[in-house]
C-alpha cells in the first residue's frame, strides 16, 4: 500500500481523478457546452487540483472499486431512512406538550480507523435520531443524547454505532 | 404532475423547518437546540431544495439544487459538532435535568493529570 501511494503514477492517476471530478461539477454548476466556459473551466479545475490537492483524501481513489460502490448504495437509502425516523422523533417531542427528553452526554467506541470513515460515522450519528457528535479522540466519540437508553461505553456504543458501523467498514476499509 | 410532487415537498420540508424552529424555543439547552435545529433544518432545507428540482426540472437550476443538497448535507453536521464542541469547551453547562456528562468527567480527568 505504501509503495503504492509514492510513486508517481498513482500520484497521477489521482490528480487526474480530481481533475475529472472538478471537471464534472463545473459542468454541473455551469450546464452549457459553450466552448469558451468548457475552456474556462478546464483552467479552473487543473488550478484547484494544483494549489489544492493536497486537501483531499489522498487514498480517495482506491475507494471506488464495485464492491465498495455496492455498499454506498445500500448505505444511502438507509442513511435516508434514519434521517427521516430523526425528524420524526424531533417533531415528537417538540410538539409534545411535556418535552420528553432525558439528555446527556455520553461515550462511545468505535472500531473503525481512517479518518474519512469516522467523519461519516460522526456525520452519520448527528443526522440520526436523538444523537449529536460533540467530540471525536482517537477511537472514541462523545454524543449528545436527547434520551440516554444507556450510560456505559458497551451499551451506548451497541444502540448508536453498531448499525452504521458495519455499512462503513465494508465501504471505507 | 410534478409542479405538484414539488409543492408537496415544499410544504413537507417548511413543516420540518417549522419544527426545527419550535424546537430551538423550547428545548432548554444548547445542545438540546443543535439537535433540533441541525436534523429539521437538514432535512427540511433538502425537501425544500427537492421540490424545487420537481418544479424546475433537470436543467441549470436542477442541478444548482442538487448540489446544494449534496453540500448542506455534507455541512450541517459538521457545524453542529463545531458548535457543540466548542459551547462545551468555552463552559457551557447541560441542562439540569440531564443524565450524565461523560465528556465533562473525561475533560477534568485530563485536566487535574496536567495540573499533577
Known sequence: MESIEKSTGF?????LFEFLLMFLIWLALTWTIDPLTLIVGVI?????VLFLSDLFPPNMVLLFTPRRLFWLLVYIPYFLYCVFKANLDVLYRVLHPDLPINPGIVKVRTALTTDLAKTFLANSITLTPGTLTVDIEGEYLYIHWINV???????ATIIIVNKFENILRRIFE | MTETIGFILIVCGLIFDFSGCLGL?????????????TKCVTLGTCLILLGAVFYN?????????ILCIWFIFMTSPTA?????RASHKA???????????KYLEDRQGSLKKEDS
Do not use: T
Open chain 1, 11 to 15: 500520484k497521477f492517476r489521482v490528480r
Open chain 1, 44 to 48: 479552473v479545475a487543473a488550478g484547484v
Open chain 1, 149 to 155: 437508553l444507556a450510560k456505559d461505553i458497551e451499551g
Open chain 2, 25 to 37: 424555543v423550547r428545548l432548554p439547552d444548547v445542545y438540546n437546540r443543535l439537535q433540533s435545529s
Open chain 2, 57 to 65: 426540472g433537470i436543467n441549470a437550476v436542477g442541478i444548482k439544487a
Open chain 2, 80 to 84: 453542529a459538532h463545531a458548535i457543540s
Open chain 2, 91 to 101: 463552559g457551557y453547562k447541560l441542562w439540569k435535568g440531564s443524565a450524565c456528562d
